[in-house]
């Protein structure tokens, strides 16, 4: 079936403004991730929802940063009062039920640049 | 904190040279350890895994990885790189096993460049 599928692909921004992110999992895949990559830097995790459980918000690096999921849907991240730090690529990625080995499906990414 | 370290940052190969990127992590509980790939334009996507059993673990495109436990070591390798091996590698462990969490911890990528 279709794989993690992410939009916008391309966001700019003034700083300031809140932008908001979507990410629609794999039919099936109660799991959820969120992601984010800085120019030059390896992936920083940010949250990670499981069905319906409280999500591990561990990651999120402030309080201007949230997301949401419905039930094992769509997921929106949310970050308002953009900074020009938070440019970056912000990757969605879902599996199956965790076990510790499930593998995780990628989607394309949102670039989002704040000027 | 559980960290991820990928010593080389970029190399260079000609083709059918053979390849080896390291990979070291810091965890002394149960890990599950990762290599993805991105080719250039292309999502990440899983080259190989290791969960339990033969820590020689082969996966897409002739690579392979062997964990180490007692060096924290996962290492990608494969014998003869090809043009089309041109891309970016990631190693990830996952330290939350039977845990609450399945989060990723990854390394900063190796951009590997195989020339013709």
């Known amino acids: 079936g279709a794989g993690v599928s992410q939009s916008p692909s391309n966001k700019v921004t003034e700083k300031g403004k809140d932008v908001e992110l979507r990410c629609d999992p794999i039919?099936?895949?109660?799991?959820l991730y969120w992601y984010r990559q800085r120019l030059g830097q390896g992936l920083e995790f940010l949250i990670y929802?499981?069905?319906?459980?409280?999500?591990?918000k561990s990651g999120l690096p402030s309080d201007r940063f949230s997301a949401e999921r419905t039930g094992e849907s769509v997921s929106t991240l949310t970050i308002q009062r953009t900074q020009q730090e938070d440019s970056a690529v912000y990757l969605c990625?879902?599996?199956?039920?965790?076990?510790?080995?499930?593998?995780?499906?990628f989607g394309p990414g949102t670039r989002l640049l704040v000027l | 904190a559980q960290s991820v370290s990928q010593h080389n940052h970029h190399v260079i190969l000609s083709e059918a040279a053979s390849l080896e990127l390291g990979c070291n992590y810091s965890?002394?509980?149960?890990?599950?350890l990762f290599w993805y790939v991105q080719y250039p334009g292309q999502h990440l996507q899983l080259l190989l895994k290791?969960?339990?059993?033969?820590?020689l673990v082969k996966g897409i495109k002739g690579f392979e990885a062997e964990f180490i436990k007692s060096k924290f070591s996962f290492n990608l390798r494969k014998p003869s790189v090809q043009w089309s091996d041109t891309a970016e590698y990631f190693c990830?462990?996952?330290?939350?096993?039977?845990?609450?969490?399945?989060?990723?911890?990854f390394g900063t990528g190796t951009l590997l460049a195989v020339q013709p």
């Open positions: 290791y969960f339990s059993g033969d820590p």
């Open positions: 965890y002394g509980g149960t890990v599950n």
């Open positions: 990830a462990v996952n330290a939350g096993y039977g845990g609450a969490t399945n989060k990723l911890i």
């Open positions: 929802f499981q069905g319906n459980s409280a999500p591990d």
């Open positions: 039919s099936g895949h109660t799991a």
């Open positions: 990625a879902s599996s199956l039920a965790p076990g510790g080995g499930e593998t995780q499906y």
